[in-house]
């Protein structure tokens, strides 16, 4: 049975408020609840207002006047939580809006200071790679062998020194909103075969086993072919490095539905642990970070891969059992479709 909605309704403690104004004293209520209680249990509903009159403690007029007064109080009560809570929304807006104004500045100041760096560090690093090019082409006088593998192992470290600032620099401009594309067919099998070829060493190295899956006469892709490559060759790059010899990596491009290209990297690597795998797109992070970490890297590569795909309106997609492997996969769509 629904209660019928009476002004009694709205206020929860007439009673005591009744008492307060001395209007009843202690005596009369505890009379009217017990009166009260006694009619709902015949099954009657009774109010307490109503138990007052029926046994002529109040009078109606006396009832009205105390429902309106605490209706009256409740609402002003009422207001001033509200305009307490409004006042405290807009104070913790306000704050929110400065924080994430701060955050914002301290994300322009970190992608400046990453770009400054790279660019200062590419210019003492072209100079040396110069002069190792001319050692390693005699044009400075001959070497030793000793000499002509100390200059290879400074080579291979200039490549690598290079790349990081490559990377650094390719960061700061995604920070920025800089990243800019040049979006054109892109034939993906030959691309994805090119990344193999160049990875074969790598894998050859770690004794693990480079296999690809692409089918035969794919459509070309929209994409800029330097960033959707680098990307592809970064996922297989973390591929092969966090698999254990004797492992397995696989290079998957696949045609789907809906006009799409679908790019799999699978691994029978390491794995990661659920509750870490967006960890793993966090820029300058790494799972392991203690000092004796095995795997090296600088965490850039997934972060970056992550904003390379969502400048192709792409995103990218990972499953991942712990101990056994992972998946990383994104779509592109179609060359046809947009042409």
């Not at 920025?176 to 994805?192: N, Q």
């Not at 490559?229 to 591929?239: G, K, V």
């Amino acid at each position: 049975m629904t209660t019928p909605l009476t002004p009694e309704v709205l206020v929860p403690r007439l009673g005591e408020y009744l008492v307060q104004k001395g209007t009843i004293t202690d005596a009369d209520l505890k009379r009217a609840l017990a009166y009260q209680t006694e009619i709902q249990s015949t099954g009657k509903r009774c109010f307490l207002g109503q138990a007052l009159m029926e046994l002529g403690l109040v009078e109606r007029r006396q009832l009205d006047h105390a429902v309106t007064e605490q209706i009256i109080q409740l609402r002003n009560a009422l207001e001033d939580a509200n305009r307490f809570l409004e006042r405290r929304v807009q104070e913790r807006t306000s704050e929110l809006q400065d924080a994430l104004q701060k955050l914002s500045e301290l994300s322009q100041l970190k992608a400046n200071f990453v770009a400054n760096i790279s660019h200062e560090l590419r210019t003492p690093l072209t100079h040396i790679k110069g002069y190792l090019e001319l050692l390693a082409t005699g044009s400075l006088g001959g070497l030793t062998a000793e000499q002509k593998n100390a200059l290879q192992v400074s080579q291979r470290a200039t490549g690598q020194l290079e790349s990081l600032i490559d990377n650094l620099i390719l960061f700061s401009q995604a920070e920025r909103g800089e990243m800019t594309l040049h979006l054109l067919p892109v034939d993906i099998a030959k691309v994805a075969g090119e990344i193999i070829n160049y990875s074969l060493t790598k894998a050859s190295n770690r004794n693990v086993t480079l296999e690809h899956e692409i089918t035969i006469d794919l459509p070309f892709v929209q994409a800029d072919e330097e960033k959707i490559s680098w990307a592809i060759l970064q996922l297989l790059d973390n591929a092969i490095k966090f698999t254990p010899a004797g492992g397995k990596v696989l290079l998957s491009i696949q045609p789907e539905a809906d006009n799409l290209i679908m790019v799999s990297v699978i691994d029978t690597g390491i794995g990661i642990p659920a509750n870490r795998l967006e960890e793993i797109f966090e820029p300058f992070h790494q799972l392991d970070s203690s000092s004796t970490r095995r795997y090296g890297g600088t965490g850039l590569g997934l972060a970056l891969v992550r904003d390379i795909l969502n400048a192709h309106g792409s995103i990218i997609e990972v499953e991942s059992d712990e101990g056994k492997g992972s998946t990383f996969r994104f779509p592109l769509l179609s060359a046809k479709i947009v042409m």
